[in-house]
């Protein structure tokens, strides 16, 4: 037994919220779809969980999309190229990283974009605005090991080959197939990253956009769980959603601040999880993780 396999370290990802999301996810799911890949932290949990049929994960960064259906299709070839770059930098000077960087933006490869992701200052992605790779390497590590890698590699392999698709696209058209039987997970960039200063993404997602498609949902009986807005001390990432879509919201400890900590500050993050009816009731509490919560695990 080993730990639920993640070869995409994204900052953000909902790997250690997945206990607290888990309760309030349906039990009879044809088709599991979430259009904000990322690292596919809650798709790799249902996979392992059996939670659905079938699984579609999208992302509208196409480097995304290309990277799980290379980790999906052929972990070997993936394993190899992400350990001759890792193993590249043991050689190199420091502009290493910045090189490498340079031919992903220039090529978009995809597994080039994985070691950045690995090395990158608290694997915290960020783009400017025409899209290029920005963030600095982390001086204090190296990145994942190629070893542990290829273990994560295979495990998200073992989990969703053969019963996962993946569309590079923009979310909405990624949900048209989505019926009454299937389920949405969403974890889009929280608005307060999207604009202004602190502009993180290649493609953000303004709110308005977002609730319109929302609403579209709802229309639809489409079954989700929304991971959206929240707060970090006293700041908060936008407001809340609109009461006329008719969503419940519960409020998620997320633990300490990995923002804050860069700069010296210890805060704690809660966060929001918008549930369409049915799946749970609205809560003003703050849910926590019990204390010896119970580690995922999973068999290679």
């Known amino acids: 037994m080993q730990k639920l396999p993640h070869p995409i ?28 890949a990322g690292s596919a932290a ?3 949990w249902a996979a392992n969980r059996n939670a659905a049929r079938h699984y579609v994960i999208g992302d509208v960064l196409a480097p995304i999309a290309d990277l ?15 350990a001759e770059i890792w193993h590249g930098q043991t050689t190199a000077g420091e502009d290493y990283f910045n090189a490498v960087r340079d031919v ?19 694997n915290a ?6 899209g290029k790779f920005t963030q600095s390497r ?5 990145g994942m090991q190629p070893e542990k890698m290829a273990k994560a590699i295979l495990g998200a392999s073992m989990l969703l080959k053969g019963k996962t698709e993946v ?9 048209e197939p989505a019926g009454p039987a299937d389920f949405v997970y969403m974890d889009p960039p929280y608005l307060g990253t999207t604009i202004g200063r602190d502009k993180r993404y290649a493609e ?4 308005d956009l977002l609730i319109a498609g929302l609403a579209d949902l709802r229309e639809r009986d489409i079954r989700f769980a929304l991971s959206y807005d929240g707060m970090t001390g006293g700041k908060e990432y936008g407001p809340p959603l609109p009461d006329t879509l008719g969503l419940n919201r519960l409020l998620l400890h997320a633990g300490k601040s990995s923002q804050a900590t860069l700069v010296g500050r210890s805060e704690e993050t809660v966060e929001s999880l918008y549930l369409s009816p049915g799946l749970g009731e609205a809560q003003t509490d703050v849910i926590r993780r019990q204390p010896k919560a119970v580690q995922e695990s999973f068999t290679l």
């Not at 999906?72 to 992400?82: C, D, L, M, N, V």
């Not at 992605?125 to 025409?130: C, D, H, I, L």
Request: glycine share 4%; aromatic share 12%; hydrophobic share 35%.
């Open 125 to 130: 992605v960020r783009f400017n605005r025409t």
């Open 9 to 36: 370290p994204y900052q953000g990802s909902k790997r250690s919220l997945a206990p607290l999301i888990a309760p309030y996810i349906p039990s009879d799911i044809e088709t599991w779809y979430e259009p904000f």
């Open 104 to 122: 992903y933006n220039e090529t978009h490869n995809p597994v080039a974009l994985l070691y950045l992701i690995a090395r990158c200052v608290k």
């Open 42 to 44: 809650m798709t790799l």
């Open 204 to 207: 953000g997602l303004q709110q």
């Open 68 to 82: 799980w259906r290379v980790i999906i299709e052929r972990p070997k070839e993936a394993s190899g190229t992400y």
């Open 138 to 142: 982390d001086k204090r590590r190296l």
């Open 167 to 175: 569309i590079t696209g923009d979310w909405r058209k990624t949900l």
